[in-house]
């Protein structure tokens, strides 16, 4: 999956949502259902196991919407393309006044080599290795981050609409953000080397340089043609003139009290000794500045690449999309087996077009609240009879005991748990004690792991699925957490009105 597909899913993702939340879930079911027969139609083999398989279903999905789905992608990946241009422009120019400033010469003072190299050596590599740890910590999303920023700054305007489910799907895809980011920071950075290394081939070329070093350290020129020997081993085969020698190094020490060579010599020798020093301040330029810059553009465009090409889409809207595309009875697409007098097990023989269960029929563990707790078998079957599938364990938690909840929580983490429903009943509130259990859940089972709240209304001592109302303002609630495998779950019984 590349970019402009990631972009046309989330917005298609959010298209379904707002849909689903005008009580159209009955339209999106008949959609993607007749999507998914005909793919299966079509005789290839639909995979929702694993995450090529699903990001090939997902772009056949897009394809199968046609004119009625989203085509922001390509407009988005020509926008960041467009910006990426603006910003190497904008760090070439930066890099052109850098080394203008660091190569000024009035005829007064040599170059100070030190101001070169570390302005424009050294304060590149410790960007660069900022950078890379920033990048290796990992974190949030910075586009999430900004769009909860938004929502704080602007809490009644249309940026809070929303913030944190966007921030919540952003998240989802922070790790192919940062490598993003780090690739488009390398390619400005090689725009400013290479406006750089441009303005000083352009002053050798133009103008007389005369070049010395000065520092207040206690330095001397054995140890500053180490310093220079150190930083010129890579070329030093290659480029042996590159290289500068003890005895240019103590010539060219600079003192700027009485403003003199401290060998006395004067400027205009110092300026035919340029070349010597200018061929080693291009080379440190290519070798420590603009190479390390293009060796982590390639490796970071290498790793959006794939980090793109392996995104599991395994959160909570697009297992409800693959459950929609691939409900249980896509199993069969042919007539029914007692039509033609065949058994009904007849139907597993059908492999080819039998799909693999996709990940919303992963193991559901529950978690029963409060006053339903008294109930939990009566919850575990009505919730089989809804998802089809039994789920494999319950757990009581919302009792008068935390050393419950906390046991709970335990048994699930050490478990490994992928899938928690919550249950409660209808009418109870999105409390403080409701919503730190979730965050507990989240924290002790991990970012990909789908938790679900649910809530049961007692019709005449039977338990049944609250009305859309009841669950609103919990959908709302949780929007706001931020989180994209965390929201609410209508359950649907067959023959429930």
């Given amino acids: 999956m590349d970019l402009a597909r990631l972009v046309d899913l989330e917005v298609q993702l959010q298209r379904d949502d707002r849909a689903l939340a005008e009580g159209r879930a009955n339209e999106l079911e008949a959609r993607d259902a007749a999507i998914g027969g005909a793919l299966l139609a079509q005789g290839g083999r639909l995979d929702a196991a694993t995450a090529m398989g699903r990001q090939q279903l997902a772009a056949a999905w897009l394809d199968a919407l046609g004119e009625t789905g989203p085509r922001l992608g390509h407009r988005a990946t020509h926008a960041l393309r467009v910006a990426a241009w603006l910003l190497g422009l904008a760090a070439g120019l930066v890099g052109i006044g850098a080394a203008r400033a660091t190569l000024a010469y009035d005829g007064q003072q040599p170059v100070n080599v030190f101001g070169f190299l570390a302005v424009l050596i050294g304060l590149q590599m410790v960007l660069l290795a900022a950078m890379v740890v920033a990048l290796l910590r990992g974190g949030d999303s910075v586009a999430a981050r900004l769009v909860a920023w938004a929502a704080r700054r602007w809490p009644g305007g249309h940026a809070a609409l929303g913030a944190g489910q966007i921030a919540g799907r952003l998240q989802l895809h922070a790790a192919a953000e940062r490598w993003h980011l780090f690739a488009l920071n390398q390619r400005a950075a090689i725009a400013f080397n290479l406006g750089a290394l441009a ?11 005369a070049f010395g070093w000065s520092t207040t350290l206690e330095l001397g020129a054995e140890q500053m043609h180490r310093l220079c020997g150190s930083i010129a081993a890579p070329w030093r085969q290659a480029w042996p003139d590159a290289v500068p020698s003890l005895e240019l190094v103590r010539d060219s020490q600079w003192t700027r009290m009485p403003g003199r060579f401290t060998t006395g010599a004067a400027l205009p020798t110092a300026v035919q000794q340029s070349g010597r020093w200018w061929s080693f301040l291009v080379a440190a330029l290519l070798v420590w500045g603009l190479l390390p810059r293009l060796l ?10 794939r980090t793109l090409a392996n995104l599991p889409l395994d959160d909570r809207r697009c297992a409800a999309l693959f459950a929609r595309l691939l409900p249980p009875a896509a199993a069969w697409s042919g007539p029914a087996p007692e039509a033609i007098g065949l058994p009904a097990a007849a139907r597993l023989g059908n492999d080819r077009a039998r ?4 990940v919303a029929h992963v193991a559901t563990w529950l978690l029963c609240w409060g006053r339903l707790q008294p109930r939990q078998d009566a919850v575990r079957d009505l919730v089989a009879r809804s998802t089809g599938t039994d789920p494999v364990g319950v757990g009581a938690v919302g009792g008068s005991a935390l050393a419950d909840d906390a046991a709970a929580v335990a048994r699930l983490a050490a478990a ?25 859940l989240r924290q002790r089972l991990g970012p990909r792991a789908h938790l679900g709240v649910a809530l049961l209304a007692d019709a005449n001592g039977q338990l049944a699925p609250a009305d859309a109302a ?17 929201g609410v779950e209508r359950l649907e019984v067959p023959g429930h009105a």
């Fill in 199 to 209: 303005t000083c081939l352009y002053l050798v070329v133009f103008t007389d340089l």
């Fill in 296 to 305: 982590a553009w390639a490796f970071a465009a290498h790793r959006a690449r």
């Fill in 355 to 358: 799909p693999v269960p996709a």
């Fill in 416 to 440: 490994q748990v992928q899938r928690v429903l919550l249950v409660l009943s209808a009418g109870t509130q999105p409390t403080k004690d409701v919503l730190e259990l979730l965050a507990t």
């Fill in 470 to 486: 009841e669950l609103r303002p919990w959908q709302a609630r949780l929007d706001r957490l931020g989180d994209a495998n965390l």
